[in-house]
């Protein structure tokens, strides 16, 4: 399996930037698509942006403009940069790792979540 570790997370107030990091426990290389995703409490999780190994990258519409998303492949690392954050983007930021592994089905693996909290 695949194990992801978040980090970066904290309080910051509205304006402010802060920026997320997912360590994998294997080379991003050979995982198809790596991302964000948050959950604000009585919330669903929701896609906030993803990275292929190839380099494209997917923004859900409500941080499109404001959050960066990037790999560090020697690091095997994932970045979030997010700037002017709203109090509407305080959830726990979870880090997600989507593999397909040859001839079998799509597997994710999820990171504990790091605490983003946006104060107005």
């Known amino acids: 399996q695949v194990q992801v570790v978040e980090s970066g997370g904290g309080l910051v107030q509205a304006g402010g930037s802060l920026r997320l990091s997912c360590a994998a426990s294997r080379n991003i290389f050979s995982i198809e698509t790596m991302g964000w995703y948050r959950q604000a409490p009585g919330k669903q999780r929701e896609l906030v942006a993803t990275?292929?190994?190839?380099?494209?990258?997917n923004y859900a519409d409500f941080v499109k403009g404001r959050f960066t998303i990037s790999r560090d492949n020697a690091l095997n690392m994932v970045n979030l940069q997010m700037n002017s954050l709203k109090p509407e983007d305080t959830a726990v930021y979870y880090c997600?790792?989507?593999?397909?592994?040859?001839?079998?089905?799509?597997?994710?693996?999820w990171g504990q979540g790091t605490q983003v909290t946006v104060s107005s």
């Open positions: 990275i292929t190994n190839r380099g494209s990258t």
């Open positions: 997600n790792a989507h593999l397909r592994p040859l001839y079998s089905d799509s597997v994710d693996y």
